[in-house]
């Protein structure tokens, strides 16, 4: 059973445009929902992150979406550069004091052209 | 990069041989974790720890165990390695109070 299901696998968008990554997820237990940026051969970057008691959050050119009656949340990186080209992962976990890890979606390959 | 090493960053080992991964960290968080990643699956944790010899399964544990004998080690292993087990290993430390999670550099592990 996926409980993270991001869509979509792959993207492609040209300078200066906007990417919009989504996910849903299953679990209403679910608090925290992290973007991760990875490049590479390297290991994943917290990117930003929403708790559901807001429905956006902003942090330079991303921002994260959050629909809590849809249990859907999307990352939105305005302005994509070719530097943004990865594969971005959002992830969701449970954190009201447990140590369950994240639940992550599959995965976007996500490529900025100049 | 949280003050998180991983060893060693690369192997490859033949199936049925024992093969033990090190997740090293300076910052003596309480909580971490293994997690592996595989194209078209994204990353799944395979166990974790909440302390000192606290340690619990994951979404993909069978054939893996975990240790964890001093605050900043987190040790992965692989009794018997399998083909399905090739992958890149991944850990992770958590902030105490939040969910914010921060991950090492990463062991691509081949199992011929």
């Known amino acids: 059973q996926q409980q993270v299901k991001q869509s979509p696998q792959s993207l492609i968008v040209q300078k200066g445009g906007i990417s919009i990554i989504n996910c849903a997820y299953e679990?209403?237990?679910?608090?925290?929902f992290p973007w991760y940026q990875q490049f590479p051969g390297k290991g994943p970057a917290l990117l930003i992150a929403?708790?559901?008691?807001?429905s956006e959050k902003k942090e330079g050119r991303f921002t994260i979406s959050f629909n809590k009656s849809a249990k859907q949340f999307s990352l939105h990186i305005m302005d994509s550069q070719p530097g943004d080209s990865a594969t971005y992962f959002c992830a969701a976990s449970e954190s009201g004091g447990g140590a369950d890890g994240l639940t992550f979606g599959k995965g976007t390959h996500l490529i900025i052209q100049p | 990069d949280a003050g998180i090493t991983q060893s060693p960053r690369h192997k490859v080992t033949e199936t049925g041989t024992p093969v033990t991964l090190r997740c090293h960290q300076t910052?003596?968080?309480?909580?971490m974790y293994w997690y592996r990643q595989d194209p078209g699956h994204g990353l799944r944790l395979i166990h974790y720890s909440y302390g000192v010899k606290d340690t619990d399964k994951g979404e993909v544990s069978d054939g893996y165990s975990v240790s964890r004998s001093k605050t900043e080690d987190f040790l992965l292993t692989l009794e018997s390695a399998t083909s399905s087990q090739t992958s890149v290993y991944f850990c992770?430390?958590?902030?105490?109070?939040?969910?914010?999670?921060?991950f090492g550099p990463g062991t691509r592990l081949t199992v011929t």
């Open positions: 992770a430390i958590r902030l105490a109070g939040t969910g914010e999670q921060y």
């Open positions: 679990n209403t237990a679910f608090d925290y």
């Open positions: 910052e003596n968080h309480r909580y």
């Open positions: 929403i708790r559901p008691d807001v």
